[in-house]
């Protein structure tokens, strides 16, 4: 069974920095996608970062980049979200997911549809 567990989320003042982690178990991530996705209040789930962990291609939404990095260790089977520059429009709920049909990333790695395993969720508030 395919379990995803985010961690390291808090609240933070504007301008200061998180690490979020995913681990994964269940599932090898030799070759597929895995994304981080965040959802605030009365919003859309958006499509914040994502890693194709084969070769480790990266892509990051507009609103983050710069400012976000996402990352694997693949030993440790987690994947990483480094939040720098925190702004309070980044405060939301923070999800990772995987796509277990082993696709890598590409065009579609912020699309909401494709991934289908999901972890709970870790929050994420930014105080100015």
């Known amino acids: 069974q395919v379990q995803l567990v985010e961690s390291g989320g808090a609240s933070v003042q504007a301008g200061g920095s998180l690490r979020l982690s995913c681990v994964v178990s269940?599932?090898?991530?030799?070759?597929?996608?895995m994304a981080w996705f965040r959802q605030a209040p009365g919003k859309e789930r958006e499509g914040v970062a994502a890693i194709s962990t084969r070769y480790g291609a990266t892509y990051r939404s507009d609103s983050v980049e710069g400012r976000f990095t996402v990352s694997q260790d693949k030993d440790k089977s987690t994947v990483y979200l480094q939040m720098n520059s925190l702004k309070p429009e980044d405060s939301a709920m923070y999800y990772c997911?995987?796509?277990?049909?082993?696709?890598?990333?590409?065009?579609?790695?912020?699309?909401?549809?494709?991934?289908?395993?999901w972890g709970q969720g870790t929050q994420v508030t930014v105080s100015t």
């Open positions: 269940g599932f090898t991530f030799t070759e597929t996608c």
């Open positions: 997911a995987v796509d277990s049909l082993r696709r890598p990333c590409g065009s579609s790695w912020s699309s909401f549809g494709r991934f289908d395993r």
